[in-house]
């Protein structure tokens, strides 16, 4: 291995949210140049030996960020609840470079290592800080990569339409007319903001890159939290909203696809709540890009075959089902309060949604998705 595993450990993650924690270990390994990679995996039974799946995330330039073991080992978790909520048939995992001049060969020559090391129980795709062609360059070092290589299908363009989906189960139908405001218009945020406007809503947008949220149909601010929308979309960096920012929003609601947006989750959430603001979870709204890896993984003729559009539309469709289950569920309590009462189920292989994908797509006049 290229890296050199310098510690490691382990926490037990609970049963925050309807049986979904597991233990959460996390192990770091030294990388070029001084940059680290810390891997956390949360996983369930042993008696179930799925792989684990999550996004590669790298801080490229500028001082290590703080605190990488407690926002690796959230982020496992939250990966887990995710893919334990979509069926996808993998446990939860994320790899966190910090510290990274570049995301370069020899980088990616340590993750594509430590990817080896697990023998298939452990694969990976792009998240914050990595390109898709960066993805891959390391798909050609390891074959554990799902990040639709070689396809038309785009993963975060699957993320942008998993949130819409959730977006019209809170809005009950379409979103024309909504004000939203979309914070951070990158390779989900800029998507999303188009479907948006093109289905009619009043979007406006907000991104810290200069001309980043200029964009077709959208109008461009700088106080976004100070703006009055019905929703408010967070595509950008996790921990935006802490308690405090929490009771000064002015929006109706809270969906968005950045991951652990909340910080202090706990109590953010439940000043969300008291002040009637809805906020559905993370690891609901924006499961797209691991539907398609149980796609991608579990059905790879299907994948292959689809176009870009029917995968899409399996995505909106299945994060918009299990969206609206979970608001029906939410009388009275807040969807995050109701997610953690709501008992989950183990790992089925038949109704893992990779399959259920293929399945329809032998009957294409049937609804692509099923229970």
Sequence with gaps: MTGRAVTGGAVTGGAAFGGAGGAVRVRRYAGPRGS????????????QPLPANGGLRVRAHGPDVPHPW??????????????????????GAKMVVTGAEAVDDELLALV??????????LYTGADMGVTADQMERLSRMTPYVLNAVGSSVEPNSATAHGVLGAIEAWARGAV????????????????LAGALAAAGAIVLTCDTAPGAADLPGCRAVLDWAAEEVDLL??????????????RRLRCGAVIGSANAVLADEAVTADALHRRGITYLPTPLVNAGAVIVDSIEHYAPRAFHE??????????????????TELLRSAVGLSPTAALRRTPLRGPEPDSFCGLRF????????QSSVGP
């Design 70 to 91: 407690p926002l690796s080992r959230r982020l496992a978790t939250e990966m887990l609840l995710k893919h334990r909520l979509h069926h996808t048939g993998f446990w």
């Design 306 to 323: 689809a176009s870009p559009e029917r995968v899409y539309t399996f995505v909106r469709e299945t994060v918009r089902t299990s969206a």
């Design 233 to 246: 979309v967070p595509c950008s960096v996790s921990d935006l909203i802490d308690p405090s920012l929490a």
């Design 36 to 47: 680290s990679l810390h891997v956390a995996l949360a996983t369930g039974s042993p008696e």
């Design 112 to 121: 594509a290592s430590v990817l080896d090391s697990h023998t298939g129980a």
């Design 176 to 191: 024309a007319g909504l004000r939203v405001l979309v914070h951070g218009t990158g390779k989900v945020g800029g998507v």
């Design 358 to 365: 293929a399945a329809a797509a032998t009957r294409p006049d």
